[in-house]
């Protein structure tokens, strides 16, 4: 009896995940802009201080650009604008509040009702579409989502182009985080705009480092794999930049 008990007892070793320990080694020096969420105000004067310094590293917004502030459509077109302007060195990443807003578009009555109550009632503001609340359903739902898309114009179409993430070295980009046991070019698309449940607490093993957003931080963090820049900008008035160079990271905010 006692070999049996100590047979069903004994504890199994556990398996300790290896700290992450791989340095930050971009092929080039880039920077990336945490989530906007309609403060128009704080990321002209982000982008202004960024653009001002030399060279024409490139600039990755981790997206999130809709709801909650109240300059949605400001947004949106100023980064339309700087997408024309910089070209392939200025990239907007999709973020789950840009998802909600594009399932809006497509199925006003199933997913209208979720898109407003996390922010969606903004970003209609914002394009001058008022009278509408969380409670709005059926006809009245569609009717408001033909007239936003009147006021888009080619926004639409611009955002369902825009890529999930975006790789410089062993740095990668993404909008909320990544399964640190899946290899990012196999990455599950919700995931990387929703996040996972292991991504705080598990490092990585391939010695890729991870910039993202939506999850907001008091101050942007450094720490074992992650690079973590929401900053709560619609919340707190702070929008923060990370400058990310071989070997270091700089914070810039507005």
């Given at each position: 009896?006692?070999?049996?008990?100590?047979?069903?007892?004994?504890?199994?070793?556990?398996?300790?995940?290896?700290?992450?320990?791989?340095?930050?080694?971009?092929?080039?020096?880039?920077?990336?802009?945490?989530?906007?969420?309609?403060?128009?105000?704080?990321?002209?004067?982000?982008?202004?201080?960024?653009?001002?310094?030399?060279?024409?590293?490139?600039?990755?917004?981790?997206?999130?650009?809709?709801?909650?502030?109240?300059?949605?459509?400001?947004?949106?077109?100023?980064?339309?604008?700087?997408?024309?302007?910089?070209?392939?060195?200025?990239?907007?990443?999709?973020?789950?509040?840009?998802?909600?807003?594009?399932?809006?578009?497509?199925?006003?009555?199933?997913?209208?009702?979720?898109?407003?109550?996390?922010?969606?009632?903004?970003?209609?503001a914002s394009f001058g579409l008022r009278g509408v609340s969380e409670g709005t359903n059926g006809q009245a739902l569609i009717d408001v989502r033909d007239r936003l898309r009147d006021e888009l114009g080619p926004i639409e179409a611009w955002l369902r182009d825009r890529p999930l993430s975006w790789q410089n070295g062993n740095v990668v980009v993404v909008h909320a985080g990544a399964d640190p046991a899946v290899p990012l070019d196999l990455q599950d698309r919700a995931t990387l705009m929703w996040g996972h449940r292991d991504f705080d607490h598990l490092p990585r093993q391939d010695g890729v480092w991870v910039v993202h957003g939506h999850t907001i931080t008091p101050t942007p963090t450094v720490s074992n794999g992650r690079i973590a820049i929401d900053t709560g900008a619609y919340a707190t008035g702070r929008l923060t930049a990370a400058m990310v160079v071989p070997g270091d990271v700089e914070f810039i905010q507005a």
């Open positions: 009896m006692k070999a049996l008990t100590s047979l069903f007892t004994r504890k199994k070793p556990r398996t300790v995940p290896q700290r992450f320990d791989a340095p930050i080694a971009p092929d080039d020096a880039f920077f990336a802009i945490g989530d906007i969420h309609g403060c128009d105000d704080l990321f002209a004067r982000l982008i202004d201080r960024i653009l001002a310094r030399p060279g024409d590293a490139p600039i990755i917004c981790v997206g999130d650009y809709v709801d909650r502030g109240e300059e949605n459509a400001a947004v949106l077109r100023r980064l339309m604008e700087l997408d024309r302007a910089l070209g392939e060195r200025f990239v907007c990443l999709l973020g789950n509040h840009e998802d909600m807003f594009l399932k809006f578009l497509e199925a006003p009555e199933e997913r209208g009702a979720r898109w407003l109550r996390y922010g969606g009632l903004q970003t209609l």
